[in-house]
């Protein structure tokens, strides 16, 4: 609008704002109770909750876009603030109804804020050569306000919990903060657990502590694209995920279940700390020193692309033809001590619906793909 004064390198600026709300119902069966037929017999499936309805969302958006320049940099920029009420999560169906797996149920108040921000500049152009750069990212918080009823924490598994104050399905679980050491024994003793009050307690009497959320709240990707003597094109893309934390099931079982792991044959080397061999020596006890930070940045890919002359790609009667080469999953950066930092074990928790939990899984596989792409 020509009554807006703006300078003359800005030639577009976009003030938004957007309200609005939905809601989710439950699945069709998830508020049944149902049973599996199993070599003639009835066996318990879902345990269902006859009290289970929808959950509403209400969500504010605000935010700008601008051109600087000639379009040359562009800036998107959002927040927005959500209030989801009577959300559906889930929780151990309750042993006494001979029911295995989780109940889902309504929880009173999940509030989550974020912002996500993307940066475009075409850094450099002549006629046979141009770099554009991209730089996009987010921030996330999700908290539980309230669980409903009088209570301020569900358990999900074990180390899994919904707590008024914290994301749903954050990590929580006893964590051993000191021990002493019996060199004749070759046994950690008189352990003491975080008191989750900045003190410590006998762990036989210590209650859960947070130990990271269990879904990652910071994302990005780092994108650079080159074209050069007019008929080829390089791209390059990086992703990082950060402030999360994941389990590592696979040292958790070579470890606590199986003793095949070197702490416990040499648990005198002063490699190890007195609180990881106390860990280790309560087998599957103790999960703290499984759930490490999985924070990583991936080079995701990497792609060269030729687009072909219009007289070739007629030869194949196409109006245009590219073929690219790329690499994709080329590098890994990641202090997870695990194989691997994105993928989990049947999808969460031991197969629930929150959590990374890494056993039996496969590493992002490296890839070298070929594409010939025809136009008609």
Same mark, same amino acid.
């Given at each position: ?21 939905? @809601?989710?119902? +439950? #699945? !069709? ?7 599996? *037929?199993?070599?003639?017999?009835? $066996? ?120 008024? @104050?914290?994301? +749903? #399905? !954050? ?7 000191? *021990?002493?050491?019996?060199?004749? $024994? ?134 245009? *033809? ?55």
């Amino acid at each position: 609008e020509p009554m807006v004064p703006l300078p003359d390198w800005v030639n577009q600026l976009r003030v938004r704002a957007a309200f609005g709300g939905s @809601g989710q119902q +439950p #699945g !069709a069966f998830d508020a049944i109770r149902t049973y599996a *037929a199993t070599g003639g017999f009835l $066996t318990p499936s879902n345990a269902g909750n006859p009290d289970l309805g929808p959950e509403r969302s209400l969500e504010t958006e605000l935010g700008w876009d601008a051109g600087l320049w000639n379009d040359r940099v562009g800036m998107e920029v959002t927040y927005f603030h959500g209030v989801t009420k009577d959300a559906i999560l889930a929780r151990l169906a309750p042993p006494s109804n001979g029911f295995p797996g989780e109940q889902l149920f309504n929880a009173g108040q999940v509030n989550r804020d974020g912002l996500e921000w993307l940066f475009r500049v075409r850094a450099y152009e002549t006629q046979n050569l141009s770099v554009d750069l991209n730089l996009s990212g987010s921030v996330l918080k999700y908290e539980i306000k309230s669980l409903g009823g009088n209570t301020d924490v569900i358990s999900v598994t074990s180390n899994i919990q919904h707590k008024v @104050g914290y994301a +749903p #399905g !954050a990590w929580f679980d006893r964590k051993i903060v000191s *021990a002493d050491y019996d060199a004749v $024994t070759h046994r950690a003793t008189n352990l003491m657990c975080d008191d989750g009050e900045g003190g410590s307690v006998a762990c036989a009497s210590a209650p859960r502590v947070f130990l990271g959320n269990s879904v990652p709240t910071r994302e990005g990707s780092f994108g650079i694209n080159v074209g050069f003597l007019r008929d080829f094109r390089l791209n390059a893309m990086f992703d990082y995920r950060g402030g999360y934390s994941k389990l590592d099931g696979n040292y958790r079982v070579r470890c606590g279940a199986f003793v095949l792991c070197r702490e416990l044959y040499f648990p005198d080397d002063d490699r190890y700390s007195r609180t990881l061999i106390a860990s280790v020596q309560g087998g599957t006890a103790y999960t703290h020193h499984l759930i490490k930070d999985a924070s990583f940045t991936r080079f995701r890919e990497l792609s060269l692309t030729y687009s072909v002359p219009s007289q070739w790609a007629r030869l194949a009667r196409a109006s245009g *033809a590219n073929i690219t080469i790329a690499g994709r999953n080329l590098a890994l950066w990641t202090r997870f001590p695990g194989v691997e930092p994105e993928a989990s074990f049947n999808g969460g928790t031991r197969g629930g619906s929150y959590g990374q939990w890494e056993q039996n899984v496969l590493p992002q596989l490296r890839q070298f793909v070929t594409t010939i792409s025809l136009n008609y």
